[in-house]
């Protein structure tokens, strides 16, 4: 079964569309009751979906945070 989930599990609550792949949280729930055509149409609007999700910042890493407290970043 074709699906845009890349494994970044998480909502935006200001557009309730998921980070990773666009999808609502319904869409998401019913995934597998949809018929491939349904699934293609909702596929076909991710992009667009995406454009509006606010990106959370990135956390700091432990090296990226050791190397600026080094002075090297």
């Known amino acids: 079964m074709e699906s845009p989930c890349i494994l970044v599990c998480s909502i935006d609550m200001v557009t309730g569309y998921c980070f990773g792949c666009g999808r609502t949280r319904d869409e998401i729930g019913a995934w597998s009751?949809?018929?491939?055509?349904?699934?293609?149409?909702?596929?076909?609007?991710?992009?667009?979906?995406?454009?509006?999700?606010?990106r959370k910042p990135r956390r700091e890493t432990r090296r990226t945070r050791m190397a600026r407290e080094r002075g090297e970043a």
């Open 33 to 54: 009751l949809y018929t491939s055509e349904q699934r293609r149409t909702i596929m076909a609007e991710l992009p667009a979906r995406l454009e509006t999700v606010e």
